[in-house]
């Protein structure tokens, strides 16, 4: 079965400053996607940002990026130019790309991350 | 589109009572999941529908819970008889599975259940 690990409970940055969410993730598998969720006090997961594994390039999102590490099976989160608004849970997520997978998400614990004005 | 549309938000419950959980998908999706959220766990998947069938249920805890999806628009997760240890915040997620390169998942705000 497959397992994510975030071993950063909680991280804290200044704002407008960068910060980098880890992730590892491990699995037998040579297909699959990556993400990154944000869950704010709302409650409400939102997509932040999805890699796909055969994808060499490194995702980008205006102020988002990962760094994908095939290799490693790492997938960390960069987040630039922080803003307030970017405090939040932040989960990552692994799913298979094999159709008997029936698209289950598997989530790490989540990183709290809080951002100082 | 509004979203995925979770009711109710709050519900706060007595052990042994029966507690059911609704969820509206976005309109045209006929992917939907029921996740559980909890400190210790972590988020869970319970069950996935697709075209309003149950196709893994795997997750459902025990016999105690049961889901329905008995049309494209609407689906319940019920717990009967509810304990404290049900105690979580359940997500209901849809999605428009046209193939894994193009599937997007999209949560609702999530009811946060409280059984004392």
């Known amino acids: 079965a497959q397992t994510v690990t975030q071993s950063q409970p909680e991280m804290s940055v200044q704002e407008a400053e960068t910060v980098t969410l880890s992730c590892t993730y491990d699995?037998?598998?040579?297909?699959?996607?990556l993400f990154w969720y944000k869950q704010p006090p709302s409650r409400q997961m939102i997509l932040v940002i999805r890699?796909?594994?055969?994808?060499?390039q490194n995702a980008t999102e205006n102020r988002f990026s990962v760094n994908f590490q095939k290799a490693a099976k790492s997938f960390s989160l960069k987040i630039s130019d922080s803003q307030l608004g970017d405090a939040a849970m932040y989960f990552c997520?692994?799913?298979?790309?094999?159709?008997?997978?029936?698209?289950?998400?598997?989530f790490g614990k989540g990183t709290l991350l809080t951002v100082n004005p | 589109d509004a979203g995925v549309i979770q009711s109710p938000r709050h519900e706060v419950t007595e052990m042994g009572q029966e507690v059911t959980l609704r969820c509206k998908p976005i309109s045209g999706h006929n992917s939907l999941f029921w996740y559980r959220q909890t400190m210790m766990r972590g988020l869970e998947l319970l069950i996935y529908?697709?075209?309003?069938?149950?196709?893994?249920d795997s997750g459902m805890p025990e016999d105690r819970f049961s889901a329905k999806m008995p049309n494209a628009s609407f689906s319940t997760l019920k717990i009967q008889p509810s304990e404290p240890r049900d105690s979580a915040v359940y997500f209901c997620?849809?999605?428009?599975?046209?193939?894994?390169?193009?599937?997007?998942?999209?949560f609702g705000s999530g009811t946060q259940l409280s059984v004392l």
């Open positions: 890699q796909e594994a055969y994808k060499q």
């Open positions: 529908f697709n075209n309003n069938v149950p196709i893994d």
């Open positions: 699995t037998s598998e040579s297909d699959y996607y």
């Open positions: 997520a692994y799913r298979s790309a094999s159709r008997g997978s029936n698209y289950k998400l598997t």
């Open positions: 997620a849809s999605s428009l599975a046209e193939g894994p390169t193009n599937e997007k998942l999209f």
